[in-house]
């Protein structure tokens, strides 16, 4: 079969101010006028003579069907070829996703996320066995730029395209395995009785006992590499006697500090290099993806792989210990290295692992922190993953725990806490309401802040002394984050929080940002992205500010706030605010086992089949500037009139005894109304049982949770629901022709 070839240069990924391109045979493809938002697509006959259609789809903002259409009229052997501008990923729908890997042969459109940058070729029908695709994660506020340049062969079932840069891997520093185009191949040796170290980086020996090209000998201290994966070379290289001079150890922070985002250092040391490091050095070690150079002491050998900007740390670290009063152990590496790491929880250092099994010794009841499996996990603080929030203010809030007594749960809650990315241990404070040393020792293996307050009865009024004493110590903080007893946070709790802290400024009436959803069930939320405002207070993890706290929650503590805040609180005179929280929660609250206790049939209830987030740290709301004041109610407005009501009859069962009769497209994204009939305006009987058929919270007389001016909001089956009344202000806002749900369990008039 003959091939056919074209030159070819795409690009993307110019945040939301550049345009993305597409260049065949020297012309370019993609008109200004016709590059937008989402994806950028053109199409191209098999002999790679004309274009035959470009298009684009504004995927950020709609699913549009049409998309479907377009990709499923391409003719087999037509090639397709897509570039990405700003966001594509929001609304792009599992069918457009499916024809892309089935048709197309895309084998990274279903890790397309929210602001990526992907450019991808592909030939309807043809299975190839050279993927032209290229994905960038968000890093920072969008995905780093892509260019893909060189030679297109078609049919590409022939495996000639040279579209990335290929590069010679002949030479694979005799490393057995073959490293592919992903990976790079490093070879190391170092250590042993003071030996020189060598290394050799994808085929080229860059450091030695002598001069290796441009690349001086290894010296003593520190012998730092910075390999470019864009370029595929070294790039920058220093030498810092940390042995000997305080200067060097400066030199090295400096030389850390400018590493670029996705390059990659290579560290040995030669003889000792631990004499001079500073804490400020560690520390930018760690933020490479180092988990041991905590314990990097005295004549250890120390080699390590990291990156700017991993998430975690680094597998690609090795510590050999000093041997009596020599040197430390002879390390051996010799691994393909991916051109971007992923990174993973680190081992704890041995310091602290020390304490902990002491700790796991003398008390022998967490099951979880003292495991065999966890035992040597790390309790140290994980580096912030997204440098553009290193300035945000939640990242600087004090976080105050508020346990109860029971002990494992506050483990589980503080072991959760130092996994959060960015977390500062300075900023935790545990009250406790007595000096015991089990809970002192436990809090201490976390580095965390004790206080001490006088014991209470009642757990509400513990709560309030103890607010009031964070609010106390932390003299020059305007906001507190509250985390109340037996709760877990997730590892996204502080960057929820920075995405949404500016409403507190900017909007009075906004009382409270909890990270809670009282009706985030399993069938009743899903959607990581989305936040809604509420009228209850409902309480576990939350954020106060002081002046509201001090001006008016503690003038009308008995009246508003005697109960636990998930009760909810009555917040009586201060009445008029409301609270934002999340579809999906972040925090988890562990439950009892057994026994009996206050409240237990609530609980029970209210805590079963519960989500909480699951989309890692970088998870985000992006509609958070919907919040505020009128622009809320104007949003609450638009998504009811461009709702779609369902019909009374897919009550009538359910209101009768029987389950709820309603079968939606799952994960459409739609946006589903109920339209109901009050009496009045505080006539909420068929309300609570519409409540009951959604699996929503309803416990006897508890007032119903989620309540914005008489509506309530959640997801349902990946489907956004809202439930509105008659007497309500948004009902004149409902579609023509809308069947309101009587409260005879049937259909009133046509409205």
């Not at 989402?38 to 069907?65: H, S």
């Not at 395995?177 to 020996?205: L, M, R, W, Y």
């Not at 706030?561 to 929280?581: D, F, Q, V």
């Amino acid at each position: 079969m003959s091939t056919r070839s074209a030159s070819l240069l795409l690009a993307s990924g110019m945040e939301n101010t550049g345009k993305p391109y597409i260049c065949l045979n020297g012309k370019v493809i993609l008109k200004d006028e016709e590059i937008g938002r989402g994806l950028n697509m053109a199409v191209v006959d098999g002999n790679v003579k004309e274009v035959i259609i470009t298009q684009r789809a504004d995927t950020y903002a709609e699913a549009p069907e049409s998309l479907v259409k377009f990709l499923t009229k391409i003719a087999p052997g037509d090639v397709l070829m897509v570039v990405t501008s700003d966001d594509a990923a929001r609304m792009l729908s599992k069918d457009v996703k499916e024809i892309l890997n089935r048709d197309f042969n895309s084998r990274l459109i279903y890790d397309l996320a929210y602001r990526s940058t992907w450019v991808f070729i592909g030939q309807k029908g043809v299975k190839s066995s050279v993927q032209i695709e290229k994905l960038n994660l968000i890093h920072g506020q969008w995905g780093e730029k892509i260019d893909l340049h060189g030679c297109l062969s078609l049919p590409m079932d022939f495996n000639t395209s040279t579209v990335e840069q290929q590069r010679d891997s002949s030479n694979n520093c005799n490393i057995q395995e073959h490293c592919g185009n992903s990976k790079f191949p490093v070879a190391i040796q170092s250590g042993g009785d003071k030996a020189v170290p060598t290394v050799c980086v994808d085929g080229k020996q860059v450091l030695g006992p002598v001069t290796l090209g441009d690349f001086q000998p290894a010296s003593r201290g520190l012998n730092c590499l910075v390999f470019d994966p864009s370029k595929m070379k070294i790039v920058k290289v220093g030498h810092f006697d940390t042995y000997n001079s305080a200067i060097d150890d400066s030199l090295a922070s400096s030389f850390l500090e400018v590493i670029e985002d996705g390059q990659i250092v290579i560290i040995v040391i030669y003889d000792e290099a631990s004499r001079k490091l500073t804490a400020k050095t560690k520390n930018l070690l760690s933020s490479l993806g180092s988990s041991k150079i905590e314990d990097f002491n005295f004549r250890d050998n120390w080699l390590f792989i990291g990156q700017k900007g991993i998430k975690g740390f680094s597998p690609f670290e090795q510590l050999g210990f000093r041997q009596g009063s020599g040197w430390g152990a002879k390390l051996d590496f010799r691994k393909c290295v991916p051109l971007k790491i992923e990174g993973k929880e680190a081992v704890s250092s041995l310091s602290i692992n020390r304490k902990r099994i002491e700790f796991c010794k003398q008390y022998n009841t967490y099951s979880d922190l003292c495991s065999e499996e966890n035992v040597n996990k790390s309790l140290k603080a994980l580096p912030l993953d997204d440098t553009s929030l290193s300035s945000n203010l939640a990242y600087t809030l004090p976080i105050l725990v508020v346990p109860g007594v029971d002990l494992e749960p506050l483990q589980k809650c503080l072991s959760s806490l130092i996994a959060v990315p960015g977390l500062k241990p300075g900023n935790v404070l545990v009250v406790l309401d007595g000096n015991f040393a089990e809970p002192n020792d436990l809090i201490g293996l976390y580095g965390f802040t004790i206080e001490y307050i006088k014991p209470k009865t009642v757990y509400s009024v513990f709560l309030h002394d103890a607010i009031t004493r964070a609010l106390q110590l932390f003299k020059d903080k305007e906001y507190l984050i509250v985390l109340e007893e037996r709760l877990e946070v997730t590892p996204d709790f502080l960057r929820y929080f920075s995405q949404a802290m500016h409403i507190l400024n900017r909007d009075s009436s906004v009382f409270t940002i909890s990270a809670w959803n009282p009706n985030g069930f399993t069938g009743t939320s899903g959607d990581e992205t989305l936040l809604y405002r509420t009228e209850d207070f409902p309480g576990f993890g939350w954020i106060v500010r002081r002046t509201l706290w001090t001006d008016r929650f503690q003038t009308n503590q008995k009246t508003c706030c005697n109960n636990p805040s998930w009760r909810g609180w009555n917040l009586g005179e201060i009445a008029g605010g409301e609270s934002i929280i999340p579809d999906v929660s972040r925090v988890r609250r562990i439950s009892r086992d057994g026994g009996y206790y206050e409240e237990k049939a609530f609980m029970t209830q209210y805590l079963a089949h519960r989500i909480n987030s699951s989309a890692g740290p970088q998870s985000e709301p992006t509609e958070v500037y919907k919040l505020e004041g009128s622009e809320y109610e104007q949003e609450v407005g638009r998504l009811v009139s461009h709702s779609i009501p369902i019909t009374p009859d897919s009550f009538t069962a359910c209101l009768n005894g029987g389950t709820l009769a309603l079968t939606l497209p799952k994960y459409t994204s739609q946006i589903y109304a109920v339209f109901y009939e009050q009496d009045s305006v505080d006539d909420h009987k068929l309300l609570r049982l519409i409540c009951t058929c959604f699996g929503l919270f309803v416990f006897e007389d508890v007032p119903l949770h989620n309540m914005h001016k008489g509506i309530v909001r959640f997801t349902f089956e990946r489907n956004h629901f809202i439930l509105v009344g008659s007497k309500t202000i948004y009902f004149n806002s409902h579609p023509a022709n809308t069947e309101v749900l009587s409260n005879m369990g049937n259909a009133s008039n046509t409205r």
